[in-house]
């Protein structure tokens, strides 16, 4: 997707327009559940014709409701759930002498890159899912049971940064709701094709909030759409999770920032848990080939096919990194704003795992929040 082009075998090359969906599904007298990602709310404006950077949470939340979405709620807080998850993952990892080191798998254009590239190494990609794919499992579960929804009547549509998730979603294992757990992604680029084909001054409009139970997500989930967030927002779990101590700094200024391959080593009750971030399909495949020779002295690595990670997206308007170094500095700007910056201390996240989940890696969790992967190679030789 976007830059990626030349290099990225995601499915991303031929872009569809999912938007008459939205619509059918609205005939069909369907409930519309929508999801928005971490980065799509500091893009949106951006592709309305605002300035670059403009977070416009509150007007795109009331511009999806005059669309007709029924519930939109904030891909936050599945993102707060892959670190719960992934989290747990890890640590069981090292604690159980399990493959290492153990890579992200949030991003599906990286994943899909993996099943071509490396298809004897997915094992090292966490089992989690992605946000947008937890998110699409538990609306048609636990939210329709909690709603009084039949999930058989339930659009579920994400709005992402992304065109590699409108693949990702109709992959068949992405089904453990009984149905296919998320309907549609649409791109920021999309929705902003909605909102200008309904006529809405998106300048003029009101703030709205989130919906609940799902409004709330921490800092860290916000963090997702930056290179290194995903890794940082983890870190701030693990470390407390670990320690039992508060982390005094929230920031992890190592996993920060644009250089092709960062990496950080923590002191974790005596353990120094070494990671790694690379943002680029180029960069993936440097870290790839260190993991093949042996040479990647990690526990832990995050990547991302965009460069800038899903702030540079390709969903969205199109990017220079001076742009996404704008849009990068609200990202974090948004995670300091925010009432809780850690996934473990969000009030949603503990809700479901008290009324539905269970605790993190249980039975449930391992059911709708984790998957497989496919060895995708013959794709490269067709
Ligand atoms: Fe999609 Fe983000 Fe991955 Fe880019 S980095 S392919 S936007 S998930």
Redesign the pocket.
């Known amino acids: ?2 830059q ?1 082009v030349q290099v ?1 075998p ?1 499915g ?1 090359l031929t872009i569809h327009d999912d938007t008459n969906l939205v619509y059918k599904a609205k005939e069909e007298g369907k409930v519309l559940i929508a999801q928005v990602a971490p ?1 799509s709310r500091t893009t949106i404006a951006e592709a309305l014709g605002e300035e670059t950077g403009t977070v416009s949470t509150g007007r795109m939340i009331t511009a999806m409701k005059m669309l007709g979405f029924d519930y939109v709620f904030d891909t936050d807080f599945t993102a707060d759930l892959t670190i719960m998850e992934e989290g747990n993952e890890l640590l069981n990892r090292i604690t159980n002498g399990g493959v290492l080191p153990m890579m992200t798998s ?5 994943v899909k890159f993996c099943e071509t590239s490396y298809p004897k190494y997915t094992q090292h990609l966490s089992s989690a899912k ?1 946000p947008q794919q937890m998110f699409g499992s538990v609306i048609k579960t636990y939210f329709a049971q909690k709603a009084g929804i039949d999930p058989a009547n339930i659009f579920s549509c994400s709005i ?6 409108k693949f990702e979603c109709k992959r068949p294992e992405m089904s453990d709701s009984g149905y296919q757990d998320v309907d549609a992604a649409l791109t920021v680029q999309e929705l902003a094709k909605l909102i200008k084909s309904a006529g809405i001054d998106f300048s003029k409009l009101e703030e709205s909030r989130f919906d609940n139970p799902f409004g709330l997500g921490s800092g860290a989930g916000e963090i997702f759409a930056a290179t290194g967030g995903v890794m940082e927002a983890a870190l701030r779990t693990v470390y407390e999770v670990l320690t039992g101590e508060e982390l005094k700094q929230l920031e992890f200024q190592a996993v920060r920032g644009f250089e092709g391959l960062k990496e950080a080593a923590v002191d974790i009750n005596g353990t120094t848990v070494k990671v790694a971030v690379v ?1 680029s399909l180029g960069e993936a495949r440097k870290i790839m080939d260190r993991v093949v020779d042996g040479t990647a002295d990690y526990h832990f690595i995050e990547v ?3 460069p800038g ?2 702030i ?4 969205n308007p199109v990017r220079n990194w001076k742009k996404v170094a704008k849009r990068t500095v609200n990202v974090y700007q948004q995670d300091k704003d925010l009432p809780i910056r850690k996934s473990h201390e969000s009030p949603a996240i503990k809700m479901i795992y008290e009324e539905f989940l269970g605790e993190p890696l249980s039975e449930t969790s391992h059911h709708l929040l984790h998957t497989k992967y496919a060895n995708r190679q013959d794709i490269l030789r067709i």
């Open positions: 997707c976007g990626c990225c995601v991303a980065s949030c991003c599906p254009g990286w992605s992402m940064p992304c065109t590699a998730k943002h991302m096919a965009c990670g899903c540079g997206g390709g969903g």
